[in-house]
């Protein structure tokens, strides 16, 4: 886990079907992609490697 006091999150343009209640990812570096719920903020977020996170939501898109 990394610190994410500062980080800029993004919400995936697919959650307004949800009530806004989605998955939202950091792009603040390059090597790693912090992830979080956004229903649950008070829980911790998940990093996953840039490359790897890149590999996933490609395969999204097909």
């Known amino acids: 886990m990394t610190d994410s ?10 959650s307004g ?13 390059a090597d790693i992609v912090p992830i979080r719920d956004s229903k649950r903020l008070d829980l911790p977020h998940v990093v996953v490697p840039a490359e790897a996170w890149s590999t996933f939501v490609r395969h999204l898109k097909r």
């Open 17 to 29: 079907s949800n009530n806004g209640a989605c998955v939202e990812v950091s792009y603040d570096r």
């Open 5 to 14: 006091t500062r980080a800029e999150w993004r919400r995936s343009s697919y």
